[in-house]
């Protein structure tokens, strides 16, 4: 019983101690808020002057003289972070009452109030990198200096060069941390800081100290012009005290915060003395209360330890997550393999939440877990990550309910080498799938069965309907190829062929359409000997196309240069024979020998015919390249076929391009299309219909490869020419454009048409197609450039000269033949002429001579000199003299530049004596003798 009362007395003791104390308290709280004057001070980092540490809290040397300050004048202050500007700007706009740390400055003062006592005395000084070659401050010149925004330090720098001449660039920054920052990046030269901040920060930045030392000025604490003066008051009386005593907070907190941080004696604040008094005294007490507590509970705890010991002795030696959870997610049990797997101390674990560990499978969370009878525990897989791997383990949870708790019990077994085959097997077939998705290819896989066991969605899709395990048979039709594929099969599955290739034609169940096919087949070595069969099919129809395509152009090209050839040759012996012809019709007066000639001639023309659509083949012939509007030519062909065609042949021009001009040759197209019309005229028997349509296109790089020869991309008109006759056999739709090829009888072409039109196409730089189908019809398609050149053909209104002037000729031509013409006729119009058989022998003449002429008549083909090299000697020696170009054929590109010359004209051969003159007349218009 006494035991009992003295247990009450010593409790009834230390309640009395702990009310006594809280009272104490309260009334010293309750002292301390009356009278109380808020401040608000703008605090920015300027270390260690003034900044907010690590903990978040104001530290420095004016927060440390604010809280003496704090402690004799009744402030409540509460720090408002920001830069140094922000902290002025917030001073001027009322949102602080006091700024500390701000220097003195006549615009400053105008709007500011300061303290009389300064703080402190700083230097001003330049920093810079290790490497520099700043060495004094004329060496800033030109350079970039970074500066806190709004900071004195930079403004006296600047004051201190601008007297020495020196000039720099200023980039200002948020804080001295981020000018330096700039510094060690590169994006300045120098920084300009307090010397008291530099040295402490430099190492940090890798940066050093210049020997640039300037301004020393003092820094103050600031309240707005006319605001809060009695900050100002407490802020001098209490300076104004510190400073007569050299043991006064204020010398102290000097020396310490003005020390470097290694050489600083650590110091205990005030707050942490009181709080250190307290604990003690708490400890004290609590103490005293275990003591008394300890002996009741200390049976309790030995049983309670020696129950659990077993079952923990067994949960720390498992190799397995194990956890003892509440329903809120607190952990109350974990063993050494969960703080092995997560490096983590057990005390970290149990004060955390098993949400905090991040360990626990997607999909349970704190709602999952106090229901956790509702989850579906199946494959409850969570990824936990340490330094060393990546660990899966598989989650089995279950809710223990007891007297005293509700508890959920956590066990999480290692599958990761499960997983990690799992995964490897879904990659792998992810991989695949994708692969053969995607593969432009039929791809199989086939069994010994000849049963495809797996078939990609690109070879499915030639089946007209799905079928489970196709085989060969359902896609391929023709006997003589399945024997050939089955034959291939066969010699990879049973005689150790390593791959067989098989290149076929078929159709296809989906869309019947002939395909040209490449099949390559190899085995697949699986377990216990067995073999599959793998392929794949590539379809190469576009591409065999296209190979047909180039071989044929690259034939009709070698034609046209035969021909080409054969044109020129042929040309200049038309046109000695054309000129003497000309020569016998103008000289004889015989009727009967003039009817003679007459005939002569009319041959020569059809000859020259002939030699003018082999040039038009070949592209070597003179063309016009003027604007040309197709549909007006189409419309005026249309009208001469309708009154040339037979009646039964309806001819129609419906779909026309909103803009058909083009550049080209009016007389060339106009035949091209002339030609094709007369050759639809015969197919269809003199019956039927005859369709013309124009449209612009845009010919991309797909749709040019896919031309007979490469098309360069952009806009083509497309002229198409349709008609219902009896199409073109397939086995000599390879010919149709070659010359003199003809299916009609004889007497009735000459085969020159299609080989004419083809030429013009190539002439403009286009192409032809022609797609046609037996007993059903033919349909021509002419690409033409669309350069959008809409101009007009221009008007000649050149000059003709009097016929009769005659002229200082000189002739250069290979051709004995056409130079005695060109002599004989020439000199019967009054023309004096000098002839030369080839281009050497002219300019020879011309520079040891140095005759002058009106013009030169040139042959362009000649041995030796050409007629191009020729002309190049000419301009050297005379400038302005006048050419006139002629050839059997000139290649546009060789002769391009030299047409440019207003003084150079072209004549083709043959050419007849009126047609000369004309050129002559054309030649010399304007001609003063100059």
Not at 167 to 173: A, D, G, K, N, R
Not at 184 to 207: C, K, T, V, Y
Not at 911 to 921: D, F, R, T, V
Request: proline letters at 3%; charged letters at 25%.
């Amino acid at each position: 019983m006494c035991y009992i009362w003295k247990m009450n007395y010593r409790r009834r003791l230390i309640t009395l101690l702990l009310l006594l104390l809280i009272s104490f308290q309260l009334q010293s709280q309750n002292r301390s808020e009356i009278n109380v004057r808020n401040v608000k001070i703008g605090i920015f980092s300027f270390s260690p002057i003034n900044f907010i540490n690590d903990f978040g809290h104001s530290d420095g040397l004016y927060p440390s003289l604010v809280n003496g300050i704090t402690r004799e004048s009744r402030w409540k202050v509460s720090y408002i972070d920001g830069s140094f500007s922000q902290g002025l700007e917030r001073l001027q706009n009322g949102e602080i009452d006091l700024m500390m740390s701000v220097a003195w400055s006549e615009s400053r003062a105008e709007i500011m109030d300061y303290s009389k006592e300064p703080v402190v005395d700083l230097w001003g000084q330049v920093y810079i990198s290790p490497d520099s070659n700043i060495t004094n401050i004329n060496d800033l010149q030109g350079r970039i200096v970074a500066v806190m925004k709004s900071d004195i330090t930079a403004q006296n720098l600047i004051k201190t060069a601008e007297s020495l001449g020196v000039s720099f660039t200023v980039h200002e920054y948020r804080d001295f941390f981020e000018a330096f920052q700039a510094v060690e990046d590169g994006e300045a030269h120098a920084a300009a800081a307090p010397q008291h901040f530099g040295l402490r920060n430099l190492s940090a930045f890798n940066l050093v100290g210049s020997n640039i030392l300037f301004s020393p000025f003092s820094i103050y604490f600031t309240v707005k012009k006319g605001a809060n003066q009695d900050l100002l008051e407490d802020i001098d009386r209490n300076l104004s005290i510190w400073k007569k005593n050299k043991q006064s907070i204020y010398y102290k907190n000097v020396q310490f915060w003005m020390t470097p941080e290694d050489l600083r004696e650590e110091r205990i604040p005030l707050w942490i003395k009181i709080v250190i008094s307290l604990s003690l005294f708490l400890i004290l007490l609590i103490l005293v209360t275990g003591f008394f507590i300890r002996n009741t509970l200390k049976k309790k705890i030995t049983q309670t330890l020696k129950k659990e010991y077993r079952y923990r002795s067994l949960v720390q030696k498992l190799q397995a997550i194990v956890l003892r959870l509440t329903p809120e997610g607190s952990i109350t049990v974990v063993n050494e393999y969960t703080l092995s797997l997560l490096n983590q101390s057990r005390q970290t674990v149990m004060e955390g939440s098993v949400f905090d560990l991040g360990i626990l499978p997607d999909g349970i969370g704190r709602d999952e877990l106090q229901n956790i009878e509702a989850v579906q525990q199946i494959n409850l897989i969570s990824k936990i990550k340490n330094s060393d791997s990546e660990q899966y383990f598989q989650w089995y949870l279950n809710r223990v309910n007891t007297d005293e708790s509700d508890n959920i019990i956590c066990i999480a077994l290692n599958v990761s080498d499960r997983v990690e085959i799992e995964s490897a097997l879904q990659e792998s077939d992810e991989k695949f799938t994708s692969f053969m998705n995607n593969i432009p290819a039929f791809a199989f896989i086939s069994n010994k069965k000849e049963q495809m066991i797996y078939a990609n969605p690109a070879t499915l899709a030639l089946l007209k309907e799905p079928i489970e395990n196709p085989v060969f048979e359902d896609f391929i039709k023709e006997e003589e190829t399945l024997n050939r594929i089955k034959e291939a099969e066969s010699r990879i599955l049973y005689e150790g062929s390593e791959k067989e290739t098989i290149e076929f034609e078929t159709q296809f169940p989906s869309d019947n359409q002939p395909r040209i096919l490449h099949q390559i087949q190899f085995p697949i070595n699986l377990s216990k000997n067995e073999i599959w069969l793998g392929g794949f099919t590539l379809d190469i129809t576009e591409t065999r196309t296209i190979e047909e395509q180039l071989n044929q152009s690259r034939k009709m090209q070698a034609i046209g240069e035969l021909a080409g050839g054969i044109a020129h040759d042929f040309n200049n012996q038309l046109a000695g024979i054309m000129g003497y012809t000309d020569l016998l019709c103008h000289g004889v007066t015989d009727e009967r020998m003039e009817k003679y000639a007459a005939k002569l001639k009319a041959s020569v023309e059809r000859a020259s015919d002939v030699t003018r659509q082999l040039l038009s083949f070949s592209r070597k012939g003179k063309k016009e390249n003027i604007a040309v509007n197709i549909n007006n030519i189409i419309d005026e062909l249309s009208s001469l076929l309708s009154h040339s065609l037979n009646k039964q042949i309806h001819i129609h021009f419906n779909e026309k391009a909103d803009n058909s001009v083009i550049q080209g040759d009016p007389n060339l197209i106009q035949n091209a299309l002339l030609n094709i019309s007369i050759n639809a005229r015969d197919a269809m028997d003199n019956k039927g219909d005859l369709y013309f349509t124009t449209q612009i296109i845009n010919v991309d790089e797909k749709m040019s490869a896919l031309q007979g020869y490469v098309l360069t991309p952009g806009p083509y008109l497309k002229v198409s020419v349709e008609d219902t006759g009896s199409g073109i056999p397939k086995e000599i739709r390879g010919k149709i454009f070659e010359p003199f090829f003809t299916t009609k009888e004889v007497g009735r072409g000459t085969g020159m048409g299609l080989s004419m039109v083809y030429g013009t196409m190539q002439e403009h730089k286009g192409n032809i197609t022609v797609q046609s189908t037996q007993n059903r019809g033919t349909v021509f398609s002419l690409y033409f450039p669309k350069d959008g050149s809409e101009n007009q053909e221009r008007s000649d209104d050149t000059e003709i000269v009097d016929e009769g002037a005659t002229y200082n000729i000189a002739v250069v031509d290979d051709e004995s033949m056409i130079r005695e013409f060109l002599n004989i006729s020439l000199k019967g119009k009054g023309h004096k002429l000098d002839l030369f058989e080839d281009g050497s022998h002219f300019i020879q003449s011309l520079k040891e001579e140095g005759k002058s002429y009106d013009f030169v008549i040139l042959d362009m083909i000649m041995p030796g000199m050409n007629g191009i090299e020729c002309y190049r000697e000419l301009m050297k020696i005379h400038r302005k003299i006048r050419v006139l170009l002629s050839s059997g054929y000139s290649k546009k590109d060789d002769v391009q530049e030299i047409m440019k010359n207003s003084n150079v004209l072209y004549i083709q051969k043959p050419y007849s004596i009126n047609e000369l003159g004309k050129a002559i007349q054309k030649l010399m218009a304007g001609y003063d003798g100059s």
